[in-house]
């Protein structure tokens, strides 16, 4: 509000309080359930993974009550209001009661989900921000940091999709969901521009990479140099601006000749979902 009043244009937003999910909790009677569950994961009866997976499952299969939902959708609607756009897509961020502290980072332990676009997406987005309290990862980094599990509670963050603003700007836009598909990703964004000639906008969320420690599968330099294309890549070369070829762009054209331009580039739209579909297929 404060930078809003000197003219900075601050993306519009909303966020539910750690009141909202102890209401959700407490509504769907889940906090018995949950305890059970982390008992029998400390007794060594459930793995970690049987035991995040078990409560992460009552979390999404639980459901907000009417007065819950109302709150969250007018917000969201007034939201779309502010922007003058009937259902704009926002992004759904989490955010624990005690993100930092000096001890101990919870960031980027909880999921983000990004180009929600309806309040039914909305609402679902928010229940999966919930479940994503109990992650693997969550909870064992809670009990080595020697805080219980369930005091916890979670505020949720609905913001403008600030990587969203470039949808109108020509590039393709590829989002990665774990720090293992930022790397993956980035090399699939880079083929997929080589092969189907349509550049690539590839993202993740920041915050999770920068507060996140994980493993992740490091491909074979050989399986990667055999997707890539030598002539896609020389044609490539070929197309860039050089005093050696140069060539006109960029100037005032009449609106036929406009149009008939953005017409000879849809093929290549068209076609690049499949492209990149094909190159995650011999990735995997």
């Not at 970690?48 to 969201?76: D, P």
């Not at 403008?160 to 293992?180: W, Y």
């Amino acid at each position: 509000r404060q930078l809003i009043t000197y003219g900075v244009q601050v993306p519009y937003g909303f966020a539910t309080t750690s009141f909202l999910y102890r209401e959700f909790i407490s509504h769907n009677q889940l906090a018995v359930p949950i305890q059970c569950k982390l008992d029998k994961l400390s007794k060594g009866e459930l793995s970690l993974r049987e035991a995040g997976k078990a409560i992460r499952g009552l979390i999404e299969r639980a459901h907000f009550s009417v007065e819950q939902k109302q709150v969250i959708i007018q917000n969201y609607q007034k939201l779309c209001s502010k922007n003058e756009c009937h259902n704009m897509a926002v992004a759904v961020r989490s955010s624990a009661t005690a993100e930092d502290l000096p001890e101990a980072s919870f960031a980027g332990q909880q999921e983000s989900f990004l180009n929600i676009r309806s309040p039914e997406a909305l609402i679902e987005a928010c229940r999966l921000c919930f479940a994503s309290l109990y992650t693997d990862r969550a909870i064992i980094y809670r009990q080595e940091q020697g805080f219980s599990n369930i005091p916890i509670a979670l505020s949720i963050f609905g913001d403008h999709s600030d990587v969203m603003s470039a949808r109108g700007t020509g590039f393709a836009i590829l989002c990665a969901n774990s720090v293992q598909e930022a790397m993956d990703f980035a090399f699939i964004a880079q083929a997929a521009s080589l092969k189907g000639r349509v550049p690539v906008l590839h993202f993740f969320d920041g915050f999770r990479t920068s507060h996140e420690v994980n493993k992740v599968s490091m491909p074979a330099h050989q399986a990667l140099a055999a997707m890539l294309d030598d002539d896609a890549i020389s044609e490539h070369r070929m197309r860039a601006m050089s005093p050696v070829h140069p060539v006109v762009r960029g100037t005032s054209q009449n609106p036929d000749v406009f149009f008939q331009s953005r017409e000879a580039t849809n093929p290549y739209y068209h076609n690049f979902p499949k492209v990149v579909q094909s190159l995650m297929n011999t990735y995997g």
